[in-house]
């Protein structure tokens, strides 16, 4: 599956962004949906997901309340929806897709596609 990310760009504090992820190739409805994030000279983390149907969503604790991840799989389309945003949000956003399920969704090593990511800048 080939993924293309979209809708970064520059934000004030507390102001809202939303990332697109448009799939291609496999089995959209089938993937759990990642996004991760990375920020100069830092790891990799995970940000949120959505489980195949979409019916259950997951979210690192840092952007819980804040951020939405949502799915469109008749469009082969994952969202995310980020509010309320804050300069620690600055990084490059992934999206990828992933096969496994439950505690597997946290880790960047179970997903199989990334997209190229996009650069969420956010400014005071």
């Known amino acids: 599956v080939q993924l293309q990310a979209s809708g970064g760009g520059l934000v004030q504090t507390g102001g809202s962004l939303s990332l697109s992820c448009a799939a291609s190739g496999g089995s959209f409805r089938s993937y759990t949906m990642g996004w991760f994030r990375q920020a100069p000279g830092k790891e990799r983390e995970f940000v949120a997901a959505s489980f195949r149907s979409g019916g259950y969503t997951y979210y690192a604790d840092s952007v819980k309340g804040r951020f939405t991840v949502s799915r469109d799989n008749a469009k082969n389309t994952v969202y995310l929806q980020m509010n309320s945003l804050k300069l620690e949000d600055t990084a490059v956003y992934y999206c990828?897709?992933?096969?496994?399920?439950?505690?597997?969704?946290?880790?960047?090593?179970?997903?199989?596609?990334w997209g190229q990511g996009t650069l969420v800048t956010v400014s005071s």
């Open positions: 990828a897709a992933s096969n496994v399920v439950l505690s597997g969704i946290y880790s960047s090593d179970n997903y199989h596609s």
